[in-house]
């Protein structure tokens, strides 16, 4: 079971480096459709970043929850780990850029490959624990359809606050 969970992690790692690069491209390549724009990125912005790791590491995650149906905790340690992925992309970005400055565009894709790979082993590590904490699956499938529902609507009205803002345009 372990390296058959490690396989798994390795896998969605790539599906989401993948997923995700291709996601950044796509509403541009689509010439701008309505219709890709909350599941793609539209503008550089920081949240735009967070939500090319979402997708795919949830779209991911519905696949695999078909392979790990005997794992009462699946969408608990899928949740977690989520999570950590779209959070760690502002916290490494506003962090390194208040120390270093202005980033170069190498260190921005780093950032999102980084937390992916952190996302799936920190998941890796929780489905190996012997006990982790249980939540309701409802609960954890609740959340995440909050979040998704969330990049939806910020994708077409975002708050006027800074992880919103495109450093390209300033919009």
């Not at 502002?90 to 980033?103: A, D, E, L, M, R």
Request: hydrophobic residues 55%; aromatic residues 20%; charged residues 15%.
């Amino acid at each position: 079971m372990k390296r058959s969970i490690g396989l798994w992690q390795l896998l969605g790692f790539a599906v989401t480096s993948f997923g995700g690069t291709v996601l950044h491209f796509l509403y541009e390549w689509l010439g701008d459709a309505v219709w890709i724009a909350p599941f793609s990125g539209v503008n550089e912005s920081t949240w735009e970043h967070m939500k090319l790791l979402f997708w795919p590491m949830f779209i991911f995650a519905i696949v695999q929850s078909f392979f790990f149906r005997d794992r009462k905790n699946f969408w608990c340690v899928k949740l977690r780990g989520i999570l950590l992925g779209i959070l760690l992309i502002p916290v490494i970005f506003y962090t390194y850029n208040g120390v270093i400055g202005k980033s170069p565009d190498w260190i921005n894709i780093a950032i999102f490959f980084v937390s992916a790979a952190i996302a799936y082993f920190y998941e890796a590590r929780l489905f190996l624990k012997k006990e982790t904490r249980y939540c309701s699956p409802k609960t954890a499938l609740t959340i995440l359809a909050a979040i998704a529902l969330l990049f939806v609507v910020f994708t077409f009205l975002p708050p006027e606050i800074g992880i919103f803002k495109d450093p390209l345009t300033g919009t």
